[in-house]
């Protein structure tokens, strides 16, 4: 499942750090919390490793 914007992108790479540990729990804030403690570490790859080039900066609802 690939990210749907930049913002959901970066949080996915930043609750990746902190599942592997590069980055401390504690600095996450918002949904890559969210994230961190509901998603697979596979799950997360997924969404973080998406091309950031065509993708908008914030998902409009």
Do not use: C, I, V
Not at 24 to 38: E, H, N, T, V, Y
């Amino acid at each position: 499942m690939p990210a749907k914007s930049k913002k959901q992108q970066m949080a996915a790479g930043a609750a990746l750090a902190a599942k592997r540990g590069k980055r401390s729990k504690s600095s996450l804030k918002g949904p890559s919390r969210q994230m961190a403690k509901s998603m697979s570490p596979g799950e997360l790859r997924k969404l973080a490793k998406t091309k950031r080039k065509k993708l908008p900066r914030k998902k409009r609802r």
